[in-house]
């Protein structure tokens, strides 16, 4: 796969909106965002195989988990995220090298892959990743199973007033849908911006339906955009909702599924 600034590969803005199959010639413009899904419901051989890629302290990570279903799905994770950046820097998988920022955000080590960034996030069965270069990206996914009682739980302290207010016009199965929508969207922004959870959750607000962040001014009270960032709900997966967040206001987005799903995989 080529790492190149050229954009043979580009999507029409069509396609763009979809989940689509990649091209054998698949490059990543500099204005473009590359976001791939993929089914973690892997067959065991397909896994051994993923697991091989690991460094030591993933595998350490790994055996860690408590039931057989997490570990793999933790593999899975880690083994098709190494797959993927690898097609971009023409490297191999095993050979990849990650470091993790003041607040667990990971990145590639190596001046050769400086310019490469990327987010992961996986949810029961679903995977995805988001791939940039040179502008810092967040995505999210989160299954719609049991979201009403983590609604209720947790609402009140993640959500920021417009967002409680935008959420009260709707009820049941539309307001765990919104919540979701602002969930995952609030999840990528502040995995974007690298603090994570350190971040005052109650003070960010996703709710402009034109992908706008805005943050709270403690000092005046008022809500104050911030034009470094551009937010955007993706393609439906069913089961799922998910996000994704990236810097600046000039980027194109193209959705790719990753071929070596499970018979499983969601069309």
Known sequence: ????????????????????????ELSLPAHVVH????????????????????????????????????????????GLLREILALYLNASPGRLSFG?????????????????????????DAMLLAITH???????????RNIGLVMDEIGDTVLSEPEKQALARFDGEDKRTNFLRFWTLKEAFIKADGRGMS????????SSPEGW??????????????????????ASVPGYVAALAAEGQDWRLALWH??????????
């Open 1 to 24: 796969m080529k790492n190149t600034s050229e954009a043979s590969s580009e999507p029409t803005t069509r396609r763009a909106l979809e989940w689509c199959t990649p091209p054998p």
């Open 35 to 78: 976001v791939w899904r993929a089914d973690l419901g892997s067959k065991a051989a397909r896994l051994r195989r993923l697991e091989r890629n690991l460094s030591a302290d993933e595998r350490a990570r790994a055996s860690r988990f408590r039931l057989g279903r997490d570990r793999d799905r933790f593999v899975g994770a880690r």
């Open 100 to 124: 993790y920022g003041a607040h667990g955000k990971p990145f590639l080590v190596g001046d050769e892959h400086s310019t490469l960034r990327f987010n992961v996030s996986h949810s029961l």
């Open 134 to 144: 040179l502008r810092e990206v967040g995505v999210d996914v989160e299954g719609v």
């Open 199 to 206: 971040l005052p959750l109650k003070r960010i607000d996703v």
């Open 213 to 234: 962040v805005a943050v709270l001014d403690k000092a005046t009270g008022e809500w104050r955009r911030c034009p470094r960032w551009k937010l955007r709900t993706l």
């Open 258 to 267: 990753w071929p070596g799903g499970s018979s499983n995989d969601p069309a």
